[in-house]
Protein backbone atom coordinates (compact mmCIF):
# COMPACT_ATOMS: atom_id res chain seq x y z
CA UNK A 1 0.00 0.00 0.00
CA UNK A 2 1.32 3.15 -1.26
CA UNK A 3 -0.09 6.65 0.81
CA UNK A 4 1.09 10.13 0.16
CA UNK A 5 0.87 13.30 3.03
CA UNK A 6 1.72 16.44 3.94
CA UNK A 7 2.57 19.20 1.64
CA UNK A 8 4.87 19.86 -1.31
CA UNK A 9 7.06 23.19 -0.88
CA UNK A 10 7.87 25.01 -4.68
CA UNK A 11 10.79 26.91 -4.44
CA UNK A 12 10.45 30.31 -5.72
CA UNK A 13 14.56 30.53 -4.56
CA UNK A 14 16.62 29.10 -1.94
CA UNK A 15 14.56 30.74 0.99
CA UNK A 16 11.39 30.73 -0.36
CA UNK A 17 8.51 28.50 -1.52
CA UNK A 18 4.85 28.09 -2.76
CA UNK A 19 2.58 25.70 -0.72
CA UNK A 20 -0.43 24.50 0.50
CA UNK A 21 -0.70 24.19 4.07
CA UNK A 22 -0.99 20.42 5.36
CA UNK A 23 0.09 19.41 8.76
CA UNK A 24 0.45 15.73 6.87
CA UNK A 25 -1.74 14.37 10.22
CA UNK A 26 -4.52 12.43 8.13
CA UNK A 27 -1.46 10.46 5.67
CA UNK A 28 0.44 9.65 8.77
CA UNK A 29 -2.79 8.85 10.80
CA UNK A 30 -3.99 6.48 7.68
CA UNK A 31 -0.61 4.46 6.81
CA UNK A 32 -0.22 3.86 10.97
CA UNK A 33 -3.89 2.23 10.94
CA UNK A 34 -3.14 0.70 7.67
CA UNK A 35 0.23 -1.08 8.83
CA UNK A 36 -2.09 -1.93 12.36
CA UNK A 37 -3.72 -3.85 10.07
CA UNK A 38 -1.32 -6.14 8.44
CA UNK A 39 -0.39 -3.79 5.06
CA UNK A 40 3.00 -3.19 3.70
CA UNK A 41 2.74 0.33 3.91
CA UNK A 42 5.28 3.31 2.14
CA UNK A 43 4.78 6.17 2.91
CA UNK A 44 5.65 9.22 1.33
CA UNK A 45 5.67 12.39 2.80
CA UNK A 46 5.93 16.13 1.76
CA UNK A 47 7.77 18.41 4.58
CA UNK A 48 6.09 17.96 8.19
CA UNK A 49 6.88 17.40 11.45
CA UNK A 50 6.23 14.36 12.54
CA UNK A 51 7.63 10.99 13.74
CA UNK A 52 8.02 8.42 11.03
CA UNK A 53 4.85 5.63 11.71
CA UNK A 54 6.25 2.32 13.23
CA UNK A 55 7.02 -0.23 10.97
CA UNK A 56 6.21 2.04 7.89
CA UNK A 57 8.80 2.70 5.11
CA UNK A 58 9.08 6.78 4.35
CA UNK A 59 10.13 8.36 1.81
CA UNK A 60 10.66 12.48 2.27
CA UNK A 61 10.23 14.45 -0.67
CA UNK A 62 10.60 18.30 -1.19
CA UNK A 63 8.05 19.03 -4.38
CA UNK A 64 5.41 17.74 -6.57
CA UNK A 65 7.85 16.23 -9.39
CA UNK A 66 10.30 14.63 -6.54
CA UNK A 67 6.75 13.45 -4.86
CA UNK A 68 5.83 11.96 -8.45
CA UNK A 69 9.05 10.70 -9.00
CA UNK A 70 8.73 8.35 -5.77
CA UNK A 71 5.34 7.23 -6.47
CA UNK A 72 6.65 5.78 -9.47
CA UNK A 73 9.51 4.26 -8.29
CA UNK A 74 7.20 2.14 -5.29
CA UNK A 75 4.83 0.60 -8.17
CA UNK A 76 2.97 -1.48 -8.74
CA UNK A 77 1.17 -1.29 -5.37
CA UNK A 78 -2.40 -2.90 -4.69
CA UNK A 79 -4.07 0.35 -3.12
CA UNK A 80 -2.67 3.96 -3.47
CA UNK A 81 -4.33 6.75 -0.95
CA UNK A 82 -3.33 10.32 -1.87
CA UNK A 83 -3.46 12.60 1.02
CA UNK A 84 -0.64 14.41 0.00
CA UNK A 85 -1.71 18.47 -0.02
CA UNK A 86 0.12 18.80 -2.96
CA UNK A 87 1.05 22.48 -4.78
CA UNK A 88 -1.29 22.98 -7.95
CA UNK A 89 1.89 25.24 -9.33
CA UNK A 90 5.41 26.15 -9.19
CA UNK A 91 7.29 28.64 -10.78
CA UNK A 92 8.33 28.56 -14.28
CA UNK A 93 12.39 29.28 -13.36
CA UNK A 94 13.68 28.87 -9.97
CA UNK A 95 16.27 31.53 -8.47
CA UNK A 96 20.06 30.17 -8.05
CA UNK A 97 19.77 33.18 -5.31
CA UNK A 98 17.46 34.79 -3.15
CA UNK A 99 15.26 37.54 -5.07
CA UNK A 100 16.13 40.80 -3.39
CA UNK A 101 14.02 43.58 -2.78
CA UNK A 102 15.08 46.65 -4.93
CA UNK A 103 11.96 49.17 -4.26
CA UNK A 104 10.61 48.67 -7.64
CA UNK A 105 7.74 46.50 -6.98
CA UNK A 106 7.18 42.73 -6.79
CA UNK A 107 9.55 40.53 -9.03
CA UNK A 108 7.54 39.21 -11.61
CA UNK A 109 6.58 35.13 -10.99
CA UNK A 110 5.82 32.95 -13.97
CA UNK A 111 3.68 29.83 -12.49
CA UNK A 112 3.11 26.17 -14.17
CA UNK A 113 1.07 23.81 -13.16
CA UNK A 114 2.50 21.04 -11.11
CA UNK A 115 1.85 17.35 -12.52
CA UNK A 116 -1.60 15.80 -10.90
CA UNK A 117 -0.16 12.57 -9.39
CA UNK A 118 -3.12 11.43 -8.43
CA UNK A 119 -4.62 11.92 -12.32
CA UNK A 120 -1.41 10.91 -13.29
CA UNK A 121 -1.18 7.16 -11.41
CA UNK A 122 -4.74 6.85 -12.26
CA UNK A 123 -4.40 6.85 -15.71
CA UNK A 124 -2.06 4.14 -16.04
CA UNK A 125 -2.06 1.49 -18.47
CA UNK A 126 -0.13 -0.92 -16.51
CA UNK A 127 1.02 -0.18 -13.05
CA UNK A 128 -2.31 1.33 -11.58
CA UNK A 129 -2.83 0.28 -8.28
CA UNK A 130 -6.60 -1.78 -7.85
CA UNK A 131 -7.79 1.09 -5.90
CA UNK A 132 -7.00 4.65 -5.96
CA UNK A 133 -8.29 6.52 -3.19
CA UNK A 134 -7.89 10.62 -3.38
CA UNK A 135 -8.46 13.10 -0.94
CA UNK A 136 -8.89 17.33 -1.76
CA UNK A 137 -8.73 20.34 0.56
CA UNK A 138 -11.80 22.29 -0.66
CA UNK A 139 -13.09 25.92 1.14
CA UNK A 140 -16.33 25.50 -0.28
CA UNK A 141 -18.85 23.33 -1.37
Not at 27 to 36: C, E, L, N, S, V
Not at 52 to 72: C, F, H, I, N
Amino acid sequence: MLITAGPTHEPIDPVRYIANRSSGKQGFAIAAAAQRAGADVILVSGPVDLDDPKGVTVKRVESAREMLAQVQARLPVDIAVFAAAVADWRVASEGTQKIKKTGAGMPPLQLVENPDILATISKLADKRPALVVGFAAETSI
